[in-house]
């Protein structure tokens, strides 16, 4: 997606060799014609595949899953990383690495809203060393759904995270991949 | 926005006097088409009031702001409530007192987005004790920033916090106000 690839080279922040903040637009200030633009990207790539819902991970994919779902015409369900008096008890869960928080952190579904006969749609904002992705992939193994593909608006292809999930045969959809970082420049795949 | 009434009638279920989880349509599962007319709605209600950000603070009221903010052609900021090692460390910041998980949490706003001659449209998905909102004006306080005006969802008018955001003078537009739950049955104003 050009418009994405411009915008990072434009306005993202690297720091180091490996990080690309992208605050200023994605995941914490967000350019919402962007992402509704994005969330177009990915509901034409998956239009075929009869969704059923879409499935992020709170917080940065929520504005993408919410213009994909509208695109595509089904809810969506952010999966939560912190406990709540409000969630029920009865969920699907899978343990993850969070590499921005140095911690392994519990990502939870209620059981109510994703079962058996569902396609799902996976979208989240970054992959790097997959572990949100792999959490949702099994978090959908646990609810007998089928996982349809996914869908990530940043891929840092010198991370491990998306040769994990197509070494898995899932269909991965990434609108822009990073394949190295060099003096502080970014190189598209 | 009797849409919306209509669908907490017939999906949100009631716990006890206070309590109503809406966990299938708004805060866990979401419906994207509600939550774009929703946005329709604020954008139409603050269109005069030359907003120049949403605000809002994670999780719940991403996808509204995310529909609100592209209705008015402007950049959405969500406060974040967790510590990561991706925030800038230079930052407006404000505690509140959340309910839901019983502590005392800081939610912070990076100063690189929020700033003086910014008018803000300040929005979430619930409003009871008032103090997400509360918190997030008191941000837009630190920025020298105008808060023109809060949008919530679901009011609990039982609850003081729709009194306190009025008694400062601040325009508040919700778009279902509970006035009392009654053997389970939902009253609205």
Redesign the interface.
Known sequence: MDLLKERILRDARVIGDD?V?V???V???????L??LAGKEFARAFRGEGIT?VLTV??SG??IA??V??EL?V????A???S?????SDVYEAEIFSY???SGIIIR??K??LSRGDKVLIIDDFLANGQALLGLIKICTLAGAKVSGCGVLIEKAFQPGGEFIRSRGVRLESLAIISSIKNGDIIFK
């Open positions: 990080i903040k605050g200023s637009f995941n914490h200030m967000v350019d919402p014609v992402m509704s819902k709170e917080t929520i504005a919410s213009f779902a509208l015409g809810p969506f369900i952010f939560k990383k912190y709540a008096r409000n969630l029920d921005t928080k140095n579904v209620s109510d809203y």
